[in-house]
T-cell receptor, first 111, second 115 residues
Framework: KQEVTQIPAALSVPEGENLVLNCSFT??????LQWFRQDPGKGLTSLLL?????REQTSGRLNASLDKSSGRSTLYIAASQPGDSATYLC??????????FGKGTHLIIQP | DTAVSQTPKYLVTQMGNDKSIKCEQN?????MYWYKQDSKKFLKIMFS???????INETVPNRFSPKSPDKAHLNLHINSLELGDSAVYFC??????????????FGSGTQLSVL
């Protein structure tokens, strides 16, 4: 059974800092790994998707890496802004079985 | 246009009632899903469904049943609601279920409160 762990559970940093969110998973047989953002009272927005054959993906100030052999992924956020405040969710799997989610990292960027 | 829309946004009901949550996607996707987010914010898949196959998470009680009138809709019916069913339910869709590059698109959620 796939298990996904995210560390830290919560993080508060001043605006402008670079930060790293961590995700680990127990079963390396995955289609892909996805990072999502969830704002309070809203649905999830897909940020980055890394296919199982890929090592990283970048979108603007976000960079996500995937090391399948060790069951780890990191989400790097450069030059953080208050608008980045949200819960960030890591999910692995894909396919008809759907995604297995971690419990998320609640991020607060202080102005 | 909202890609994945679900209604209602809030649903408050009594124990024992039967209720439905509707979901529609206008993305032309083949696969739709229902996820449950509990009070601890933990998201778990309940069902995935395409034209040919329904996959059920074995932990989902049979009081929950998805119904798809067509490819763009996957409604969630819940019978004999219990207090523990209180959660936020998210509908999602993807183009296919088997490609490695398929992103999931989520609706904004339905907050169900069972009294």
């Amino acid at each position: 059974k796939q298990e996904v762990t995210q560390i830290p559970a919560a993080l508060s940093v001043p605006e402008g800092e670079n930060l790293v969110l961590n995700c680990s998973f127990t079963d390396s047989a995955i289609y892909n790994l996805q990072w999502f953002r969830q704002d309070p009272g809203k649905g999830l927005t897909s940020l980055l998707l890394i296919q199982s054959s890929q090592r990283e993906q970048t979108s603007g100030r976000l960079n996500a890496s995937l090391d399948k052999s060790s069951g780890r992924s990191t989400l790097y956020i450069a030059a953080s802004q208050p608008g980045d405040s949200a819960t960030y969710l890591c999910a692995v799997g894909g396919g008809a079985d759907g995604l297995t989610f971690g419990k998320g990292t609640h991020l607060i960027i202080q102005p | 246009d909202t890609a994945v829309s679900q209604t209602p946004k809030y649903l408050v009901t009594q124990m024992g009632n039967d209720k439905s949550i509707k979901c529609e996607q206008n993305l032309g996707h083949d696969t739709m899903y229902w996820y449950k987010q509990d009070s601890k914010k933990f998201l778990k898949i309940m069902f995935s469904y395409n034209n040919k196959e329904l996959i059920i998470n074995e932990t989902v009680p049979n009081r929950f049943s998805p119904k798809s009138p067509d490819k763009a809709h996957l409604n969630l019916h819940i019978n004999s609601l219990e207090l523990g069913d209180s959660a936020v339910y998210f509908c999602a869709s993807s183009h296919t279920a088997t490609a490695t590059n398929e992103k999931l698109f989520f609706g904004s959620g339905t907050q169900l409160s069972v009294l």
